[in-house]
Every structure is written in C-alpha cells, then in structure tokens.
C-alpha cells in the first residue's frame, strides 16, 4: 500500500509555515524564522530517512548515503531524481535539481513597487523576492540535514538559486 | 517463545524494551539485552565474518546462551533491535520477518511528532502492537 499526499497541499502548506514564521512570528528577525523552518525541515527530514531506508542494507560510506538522497529519497519526495550531483572528495557535496517542484510554481515577480527607494527598484525587488524563496527553501534544507545526520552524517546544507526553478542545494559534512 | 525485545539507540541507550514472561526476570533479560550491544558492535566493526550478508540490517544470531537465542538487527540509522527468545529451532525466516513487522511499527512509532527522537518510546499504541507482534511470531513458527 502506497500512500500518497496531495502535492498541492503539501505547497499550500510550505508557503503557509514560510509566510507565518516570516510575516508573524518572527517578523523582525529573519534569521530566527530561518531556523525554525529548517528545525521543521530537519524533524521531517529525520523522520522521513527512517522510513525510506527501511528495506536496504546500511550504507558503508557517505557517498553511498548521498547517492540514497539523490536517488531514492528524492524520487519518493518530488518523484524524480537529482539531475545532478558533483563532490570535491572532500565532504562538499552540490545537489543540483533543474526542475525544482517546489520552486516550480513560483515566478521572480518584477514588481516595481519598492518607491521610496534611492536604490534602483528593479534590483530592489529582484533582492526581495530572491529573498522569499530562500526562506522557502531553508525547509528541504532542513529536510536533507535532518535526513543525512539520521544516517550518522553530520553535516550543513545550504541551497543556492541559481535561475528558477533550477536550485542546488550544498552540502558539506563535518568532519 | 519470545521472552524479550529491546530497541537501543545509536549511543546504545535504551529507547524501548520489554520483556514478556511470567516470572520476575526483567533484570536478568535486560542484563542479556545489554550483553548483546557488544556482540552487534563486534559484529558491525569486523564484517568479514558475516561474508555475503554485508551490511545487512539483519545481524542473525548474536549469540546463545543455556536457555535463549538472542537475535539481532541494526538499521541503518544505526538504531539497534534486539530478540530474546527461548525456543530453540527458530527459522531465520520467521525472525527476519518478526523483525520487519518490529521495524515497520518502530517507523511508525517515531515518526508521531509528538516523539522526541533519542527519547524512551512511550506510546501504547506502540507497546500494543508489538504484543501483538511477539504473539503472532509464537503462532507461525509452530502452525
């Protein structure tokens, strides 16, 4: 028995935990809302590499749990794989999606509204909502940390937009 | 019969354990649960000796002592199951699934969000369904 969720409820509800850690909880502090995100991000995360890697042998080294991400845990996430994933053999791992699902739906919006600003406004708000969709991606983040140290890797993950809904995600495991 | 089974975290401490038997002998099969930690380690760190069943979250046999066999499992979040049991011809088979059915329930148990990981498992519906586990490895090793 497979049993799914509702991919766009699963979105209803990210953009929902980002707007209300950003705009109420923690309005002034960016930061703080970051780490909440990704502390849900990594429950989820722990909880979900539990249950994924139920039936197979356990991995002998921390390729082989990136490959598990890459592979079969993003399939059963975003049901596709990581398009592509590049090491230095030195504990940096770069996981790129070039079709986000997550990001798939969200567009960069050029809304020049920002007047009052010396600056100028495009960039102004290009800053902006390249803003927002970092802190809607501090969950997967999360969900990738909080799976890998589930696996005994302890690591950091950050996410780099590069142009939507193309995303890498950088992992670097601490030694 | 199974007289006892244990989970045990990845820094070896208890999360879950319950023994099934009549008599007072809590202490004792807890003294064998903790015996076996070693075995696993060993096991684990040397694994030439278990050969084609590398890195397989089935252990096998730990070890035997006069009255029980103790078997045991390691998933790859390196939490650790572990089975007292008290017959003798036991088939790898029946105990690879107790373990799998042991397996699926402890997923199920942690992932309730209430569940604060590295923490005892206190949930009853847990607690049921294992009951419910240790009886149904009884039947379908003698039926």
Known sequence: ?175 | MIVCVAVVGHQNNPLYIQSFTEADDALKLHHIVHCSLDVVDERVNNPKKSGPTLNETFLGMLYPTENYKVYGYLTNTKVKFILVTTDLDVRDADVRNFFRRFHAAYVDAVSNPFHVPGKKITSTIFAERVSNIVKSFGLSSTG
């Open chain 1, 1 to 175: 028995m497979v049993r799914e969720v509702s991919e766009s409820c699963v979105e209803s509800l990210l953009t929902e935990i980002v707007s209300s850690y950003c705009t109420g909880f923690y309005a002034n502090k960016p930061e703080l809302a970051a780490r909440r995100i990704e502390a849900i991000g990594f429950q989820v995360g722990h909880q979900l590499s539990e249950r994924y890697t139920m039936d197979r042998p356990r991995f002998s080294d921390h390729l082989e749990a990136i490959k598990f991400i890459c592979k079969d845990f993003w399939s059963e996430l975003f049901k596709k794989q990581i398009d592509n994933l590049k090491t230095n053999h030195r504990g940096t791992f770069v996981l790129q999606d070039n079709k986000f699902r997550w990001l798939a739906r969200m567009s960069m919006d050029p809304s020049l509204e920002t007047s009052g600003s010396i600056q100028d406004p495009a960039a102004m708000a290009e800053n902006k909502s390249a803003q927002a969709i970092g802190m809607h991606l501090y969950f997967p983040c999360g969900i990738i940390r909080g799976s890998l140290s589930n696996l005994g890797i302890p690591c950091a993950v950050s996410a780099d937009i590069s142009n939507l809904p193309a995303c890498s995600f950088v992992i670097r495991i601490k030694a």
